[in-house]
């Protein structure tokens, strides 16, 4: 289910925020789907993780998923991420040592979530 955005978000987050709205609509304001979209695209675009600056090489499949392939060198460490919709899917660690890496044999994401096991908080805005 896409939800509509107005036409002041109209360029951006044009990929990201239909989908994190239809994942976090039901337990989050559109205000802080927003910002946490805002966030992860700053992150995407630095492109930097614990110093190493990543460069986009292309996509793989990990567990079924496309994922997206991030490489970069660091004290003589080259390291890879496997992204698929902000989750590292695939991590990989190059050096003289060897190699050491760690991959996702399969995920779930739930349609629903029983009513049961969750509780809105009182002091959540709608």
């Avoid at 939800?3 to 239809?22: C, F, R, V, W």
Wanted: aromatic letters at 4%.
């Amino acid at each position: 289910m896409k939800k509509a955005t107005n036409s002041k978000d109209k360029g951006k987050n044009s990929k990201l925020l239909p989908i994190m709205q239809e994942h976090l609509s039901k337990s989050m304001n559109l205000a802080r789907i927003k910002l946490m979209t805002l966030l992860l695209e700053a992150l995407v675009k630095a492109q930097t993780v614990n110093g190493c600056k990543l460069t986009q090489s292309g996509t793989a499949t990990v567990a079924g998923k496309q994922c997206y392939v991030f490489k970069g060198k660091k004290s003589g460490t080259t390291i890879e991420y496997y992204i698929w919709e902000g989750v590292v899917m695939k991590h990989v660690e190059k050096d003289s040592d060897g190699t050491s890496s760690t991959t996702a044999q399969s995920i779930e994401l739930p349609t629903s979530i029983d009513a049961s096991k969750f509780t809105v908080p009182k002091t959540a805005v709608k």
